[in-house]
């Protein structure tokens, strides 16, 4: 009676063990995303160049209801602009609507062995999204408060709206396959160009332009035109 006992004890703290695990894994295969640890966080999704995707808030504007991205559906979010904003031609550079609602997203990653949140904005007005990312922000253990500036806007793809609520795949470029292998040598990132097409590519000042600067050799290498500002 006594083993008996031992082993239905033993089996319910398996199963109470492994029930989060299997809840915190972001693996979705459907989507093109492989879970990966990384640093602190336990739960990630790689995207090339040591950035892991752990989770994203979005804070809708009026005190609407917070939603929250896994580490799968936060990369492709991620993954949808990156490109296009270090890459993009220069007419991108445009500010929404005023009337178009602003999101607040907060990022948690791995940038690079930086462990934190970066903020970024989101809107979307007949039909074109609108990203805003500050260059000038840190990368603090817990999103900003206050929040950086949405500055500058650009205009993304089509399919940061569809990344955004959740209902796009991760691109399976070569920095995705480096991020979940331990043997591969990292090779020439294949990558969504600003045209939807796919590129091949091979610091001082704040964390955020640090991170941009590296974004850049995942993408395509080359100079961050959020960078250039509206004169």
């Known amino acids: 009676m006594r083993v008996r006992t031992s082993i239905l004890l033993?089996?319910?703290?398996?199963?109470?063990?492994?029930?989060?695990?299997?809840?915190?894994?972001?693996?979705d295969p459907e989507k093109g995303c492989t879970s990966t640890a990384s640093g602190g966080l336990p739960d990630t999704v790689g995207i090339g160049n040591g950035f892991?995707?752990?989770?994203?808030?979005?804070?809708?504007?009026?005190?609407?209801?917070?939603?929250?991205?896994?580490?799968?559906?936060?990369?492709?979010?991620v993954q949808s602009w990156l490109a296009r904003a270090t890459?993009?031609?220069?007419?991108?550079?445009?500010?929404?609507?005023?009337?178009?609602p602003v999101y607040r997203v907060d990022v948690k990653a791995d940038w690079n062995g930086m462990v934190?949140?970066?903020?970024?904005?989101?809107?979307?007005?007949?039909?074109?999204p609108f990203i805003a990312w500050n260059q000038e922000q840190g990368i603090p253990p817990e999103p900003a408060d206050p929040p950086p500036?949405?500055?500058?806007?650009?205009?993304?793809l089509p399919r940061v709206i569809d990344a955004f609520n959740g209902d796009a795949e991760l691109i399976e470029t070569q920095g995705v396959i480096d991020a979940t292998s331990t043997t591969t040598t990292p090779g020439a990132a294949t990558?969504?160009?600003t045209n939807g097409a796919t590129d091949d590519g091979s610091g001082s000042g704040?964390?955020?332009?640090?991170?941009a600067g590296a974004a850049a050799v995942v993408v395509v290498g080359g100079g961050l035109v959020l960078r250039r500002?509206?004169?």
Not at 116 to 128: I, M, N, P, R
Request: net charge negative.
């Open 10 to 27: 033993i089996c319910v703290l398996l199963l109470a063990v492994a029930a989060p695990a299997r809840a915190q894994d972001s693996s």
């Open 116 to 128: 934190g949140y970066l903020t970024v904005y989101y809107a979307e007005a007949d039909g074109t």
């Open 52 to 77: 892991f995707i752990a989770e994203a808030t979005i804070t809708p504007p009026n005190g609407a209801a917070v939603r929250t991205l896994d580490a799968c559906a936060a990369a492709v979010f």
């Open 87 to 100: 890459y993009g031609p220069e007419d991108m550079l445009r500010d929404p609507p005023p009337e178009a």
């Open 149 to 156: 500036a949405p500055d500058p806007w650009f205009t993304g």
């Open 206 to 211: 704040s964390p955020w332009v640090w991170v």
């Open 191 to 193: 990558t969504e160009n």
């Open 229 to 231: 500002r509206r004169s």
